[in-house]
């Protein structure tokens, strides 16, 4: 139950004022922020990419991680005199690239996630994958999840790092593309499946941080059909599809919803394809989507950024405009965006 469902009187009761508001019944707090979200955030409205409001600065820095992976780190710019008014302000949020992209294809998804108030992490992850890739490539593992999370606790705490003290290491999301999402998946449910985890002992336990996952174009059917149906109870989890993606299909994206344990959400995207959260479509090197998109990639990097963020507000940030795009508005009003949440 949200927020915003807990507005709602109950048997025998007289409605509720809310809590946030202090002033305002709960019913009109629910038509006050539905307004808000749609002047403050006017681009769904109108299909367009300018923002009324000025997002917070970004800055990128490079990072080598505890496991040797090197990681490109976006967060919002702080200025010294404000961070002491900034504690503990950003969750942390990795992001999962899929098979054979390189990290510089998320660029675009970090910059807009740090925009919307988080510390984003995108490492590079080399792995061999015998007899197929004998020589080291780049596929991700939920070990990265942990390798993430350890360096912002350390950088939380060196008064050297320009990441001292304002993030939040009680809260961290991960977000998976393809492969990457697949491994965001089992490393929510603490699963260690050969294929994406070469932790010691076959074993496999994510931060106690770890409190949200949204992945793109992954779903829990395997090549041959079988579903996988994985507990998902310890995370909220959504499922960002592309209605034209011709590597993981919508249809597999329906299936893999109904097995998840809420909160859940499917975000589906039309027109986009299987790389539209990347820069390009089909990235030198990666398999190739044999669908071609509708939606500039332009415009698919910034709904699945956008919605992907209403997603990790509303699950880290407990934002209520979040909820409100999430849960009663349901989608973008230009018909881009359809969301199915539980």
């Known amino acids: 139950m949200s927020k915003l469902d807990e507005c709602q009187p109950q048997a025998d009761q007289t409605p509720r004022w809310s809590k946030a508001s202090g002033l305002l019944p709960c019913g009109l707090l629910k038509v006050l922020l539905v307004f808000l979200a749609v002047v403050v955030e006017p681009v769904a409205a109108f299909g367009t990419h300018v923002e009324w409001r000025l997002p917070p600065l970004v800055q990128k820095a490079a990072l080598t991680l505890p496991n040797g992976d090197e990681a490109d780190v976006y967060a919002p710019r702080i200025r010294s005199p404000s961070r002491i008014w900034l504690e503990d302000a950003f969750p942390v949020v990795v992001v999962l690239q899929g098979a054979l992209v390189d990290k510089s294809q998320y660029r675009n998804l970090g910059r807009q996630l740090a925009r919307r108030g988080f510390v984003v ?10 007899p197929l890739f004998p020589e080291p490539q780049l596929f991700s593992e939920v070990g990265v999840v942990s390798a993430v999370f350890d360096a912002m606790v ?34 929510s449910a603490a699963e260690c499946s050969p294929a994406i985890c070469t932790a010691p002992g076959g074993t496999y336990e994510p931060p106690l941080a770890l409190k949200a996952v949204a992945v793109y174009g992954a779903n829990l059917v395997d090549f041959d059909g079988t579903l996988t149906d994985l507990d998902t109870s310890r995370v909220p989890v959504a499922l960002v599809q592309g209605a034209l993606d011709g590597i993981a299909t919508l249809e597999d994206a329906e299936a893999t919803y109904l097995t998840l344990e809420p909160p859940q ?55 209520p405009w979040a909820e409100v795009w999430l849960y009663e508005i349901g989608g973008s009003f230009d018909g881009v965006v359809d969301v199915l949440a539980d």
């Open 121 to 130: 992490v995108i490492p590079n992850h080399f792995r061999a994958f015998p």
């Open 154 to 187: 350390a950088a939380d705490s060196d008064p050297e790092s320009p990441l001292y003290r304002i993030i939040d290491t009680d809260k961290m999301g991960a977000v998976g593309h393809s492969l990457g999402g697949l491994v965001a998946l089992e490393a």
């Open 265 to 319: 959400a499917l975000i589906t995207i039309e027109g986009a394809n299987h790389y539209g959260m990347c820069r390009e479509n089909n990235p030198l090197g990666a398999t190739p989507d044999p669908v071609e998109p509708t939606l500039s990639q332009r415009k698919a990097n910034f709904h699945i950024a956008r919605w992907i963020g209403f997603w990790l507000r509303a699950n880290l940030r407990e934002d």
